[in-house]
């Protein structure tokens, strides 16, 4: 069973605040995401990684950064948080990229932006 | 662009009934579609996915869905339901690798003892 495990749960910043979700998974996968959950909306890719010290653009990238350190962390960063940014974000991993691949998601993190 | 409509944003059934969540897609080339779960405070589960052949596939927990190429859907069905099966589910449709997988806004489902 794959295993993605993110810190923390929940978060609660004011704006302007500086923010890091982190993100670990154990399955040697070597592909990372992250996605924010909104009421309305399905999940939205940030943005997602190959490996280690690479980094992808996803679909809704703008005040966020991500870093992938090694094989196993990902980390997502708000440098200067805004309202709109409150949301649920998950990460997830795959083994690869392909179009058949099943993606593992981590609990989540509620994130509340004042 | 490739899009994914579940159209209905809450179902209520009672246990026992027949459940079926509707899917539909807009993509021009071949589909390979997922439902994806979410239970109450946990995350998102894999539950089933239609690459190639039988249109009729089948997951976890007894759950199977039906592609129809004619109607661009990817419906999800289970009977008998149980009040377990109270979820989140999630649509999605994968046109081309990580950066492409597009998930539907999510069915609420909530199955009544």
């Known amino acids: 069973e794959a295993a993605v495990t993110q810190s923390p749960r929940n978060k609660v910043t004011v704006t302007g605040g500086n923010v890091t979700l982190s993100c670990r998974q154990t399955?040697?996968?070597?592909?990372m995401y992250w996605y924010r959950q909104d009421t309305g909306h399905g999940l939205r890719l940030i943005h997602y990684?190959?490996?280690?010290?690479?980094?992808q653009i996803g679909d809704v990238p703008d005040g966020y950064k991500a870093t992938r350190t090694t094989q196993e962390d990902f980390f997502l960063l708000l440098e200067l948080a805004s309202p709109s940014q409150t949301s649920l974000y998950f990460c997830?991993?795959?083994?690869?990229?392909?179009?058949?691949?099943?993606?593992?998601f981590g609990s989540g993190t509620r994130l509340t932006v004042l | 662009a490739q899009s994914v409509d579940q159209p209905d944003a809450h179902v209520t059934l009672y246990e026992g009934a027949s459940l079926e969540l509707r899917c539909s897609y807009s993509y021009s080339a071949a589909p390979y579609l997922f439902w994806y779960v979410q239970y109450p405070g946990q995350s998102l589960q894999f539950l089933l996915k239609?690459?190639?052949?039988?249109?009729v596939v089948k997951g976890t927990k007894g759950f199977e869905a039906e592609f129809r190429k004619s109607n661009s859907s990817f419906n999800l069905k289970k009977s008998p339901a149980h009040w377990s099966d109270s979820a989140k589910y999630f649509c999605?449709?994968?046109?081309?690798?990580?950066?492409?997988?597009?998930f539907g806004k999510g069915t609420q489902l909530i199955i009544q003892p």
């Open positions: 997830a991993s795959s083994d690869s990229w392909g179009v058949a691949e099943t993606l593992y």
């Open positions: 239609y690459i190639t052949g039988d249109a």
């Open positions: 399955n040697s996968h070597n592909y």
């Open positions: 990684s190959y490996g280690a010290g690479n980094l």
């Open positions: 999605a449709l994968n046109t081309g690798g990580a950066d492409r997988l597009t």
